[in-house]
């Protein structure tokens, strides 16, 4: 099964596309589990999301989210924790019941991990398994924070952030050297788990990492490669992101 690619004209609308096959499924389906993604890309869907909320009464108190990532070792009051950038950005503005939320934790001490990450795996999965995962792409082709060698079959584990995923994250902490080194991340057998995935690009930034994850053959050099053999995966882009393929 090959990527199914979406073409929009513009990032406002592929994200009112994207925001819409999520407000189907919330109002389809009791319980949707919701994958959910950080970084500047999802910012706008997460705002067309909160329209929807409040000016066509989509409800969110039956949903379950679960995000993909989060840095290790920040504060729980730091504003670059995945955790406070969920709430800023999306779950303050509406009407998601806290127990609902799930996010890997950034206070995790080194010996409660491992238990720590299988506990992760294991709501996944009592929650039903997650129904729409919305993805991003770093600069090394990463999808959650599954930087280049990532096995196919990984789960979610702490991971070593690679040298250009903490320079793009350098502005936002003031520094190289305030961006975390580890993270945790679901890995890309969760990620792959998923029923149905919707990873954004936008701009030309992106045009170069789009390419190889769609066109080149799947490696784990690439982790967002591996879903091209995923049997409903879709690539929502722009034009400037489109325009390397
Ligand atoms: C971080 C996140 C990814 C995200 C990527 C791209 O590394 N962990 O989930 O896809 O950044 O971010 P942006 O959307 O800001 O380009």
């Known amino acids: 099964m090959s990527i199914q690619l979406h073409i929009h004209s513009s990032r406002e609308v592929a994200v009112r596309c994207v925001a819409r096959e999520i407000a189907t499924l919330i109002r389809n389906q009791a319980h949707a589990v919701l ?98 995962q919305i993805l991003g792409i770093g600069r090394t082709g990463h999808i959650g924070f599954n930087e280049p060698g990532s096995p196919i079959d990984s789960i979610t584990r702490r991971v070593h952030l690679d040298e250009i995923t903490r320079q793009d994250a350098a502005p936002a902490f003031g520094g190289l050297e305030h961006v975390p080194t580890h993270a945790i991340t679901m890995g890309c057998g969760t990620i792959l788990s998923a029923r149905k995935i919707s990873l954004m ?45």
């Open 35 to 132: 994958g959910l993604a950080t970084g500047a890309t999802p910012i706008p869907l997460y705002q067309e999301l909160v329209r929807l909320h409040r000016e066509e009464n989509l409800s969110f108190r039956q949903v379950i989210t679960f995000n993909l990532d989060e840095y290790l070792g920040l504060e729980s009051t730091h504003p670059e924790t995945y955790w406070n950038f969920m709430h800023r950005n999306f779950f303050d503005h509406i009407d998601i019941p806290a127990a609902s939320i799930h996010l890997p934790s950034s206070r995790v001490a080194a010996g409660d991990l491992v238990a720590h990450c299988i506990a992760y795996e294991e709501a996944i999965r009592a929650a039903g398994g997650i129904d729409y």
């Open 201 to 245: 690009a936008f701009g030309e930034g992106k045009a170069e990492i789009v390419r190889k994850a769609l066109r080149d053959p799947v490696t784990d050099q690439v982790s967002a490669s591996f879903l091209q053999d995923h049997p409903s995966a879709h690539f929502h882009l722009d034009l400037a992101a489109a325009s390397a393929l």
